[in-house]
């Protein structure tokens, strides 16, 4: 007859270290649990996993999207500032056959989309380099449309010859800054748009 365990035996050592809950569970039953905890483990991260891929998502393409929309605001603005010197010298020629002036009206309407375009950009808040040239931008394109539209004061038409010294002097000088500081503005949403690109894939 076998004597009965003792306090040091190990049998009595691993019963006193299994939890009291455990205790009545076959090994089969504490498999399934093991197996369960890891199933629910690997769903939650899956979870989690897909969520980080869906935001990442998403704010790539708000990105793109932003990034498209800034491109094609500044080439409307590019676009509709040759289109308006090239008018003005065209009314220039036909004021010096007429005799009359180059008409505000139209002038004043695709100032206006300029406006509008620059009022729908969405410049990057990080880059100062941006904000400085958004900032020149505005001040050139002010004083490019000052000088568009000079000599229309109340009783006061300007002649052909003053129009073409505003022509050479003045609109021809500001619109070639303005395409200089377009460019630049491109260059520097473009860059922006390809490290935020980089940041996404490595989030």
């Known amino acids: 007859m076998q004597p009965p365990a003792g306090?040091?035996?190990?049998?009595?050592?691993?019963?006193?270290?299994?939890?009291?809950?455990?205790?009545?569970?076959?090994?089969?039953?504490?498999l399934r649990l093991g197996c369960?905890?890891?199933?629910?483990?690997?769903?939650?991260?899956?979870f989690a996993l897909a969520q980080r891929m869906e935001e990442a998502d998403s704010r790539g393409a708000e990105i793109r999207g932003r990034f498209l929309r800034?491109?094609?605001?500044?080439?409307?603005?590019?676009t509709l500032t040759l289109k308006s010197s090239v008018d003005f010298r065209d009314a220039i020629l036909d004021a010096t056959r007429t005799?009359?002036?180059?008409?505000?009206?139209e002038f004043t309407r695709i100032h206006d989309e300029v406006e509008r375009a620059l009022d729908e950009y969405e410049p990057r808040d990080e880059p100062d380099s941006e904000a400085t040239q958004w900032f020149q931008l505005q001040t050139e394109l002010r004083a490019y449309w000052d000088s568009l539209l000079s000599g229309r004061a109340p009783g006061r038409q300007a002649s052909a010859t003053e129009l073409r010294a505003v022509l050479n002097n003045e609109v021809i000088p500001k619109r070639q800054a303005i395409i200089r500081i377009l460019d630049q503005i491109h260059s520097l949403n473009e860059s922006g748009f390809q490290q935020e690109q980089t940041e996404l894939v490595h989030v």
Request: hydrophobic share 40%; net charge negative.
């Open 7 to 30: 306090p040091d035996d190990p049998a009595n050592t691993v019963a006193d270290r299994t939890p009291q809950a455990w205790r009545g569970l076959s090994l089969r039953a504490l």
């Open 36 to 46: 369960g905890g890891i199933l629910l483990v690997w769903l939650a991260s899956a």
């Open 70 to 78: 800034n491109d094609r605001l500044l080439d409307t603005i590019s």
């Open 99 to 105: 005799g009359g002036a180059p008409n505000e009206g």
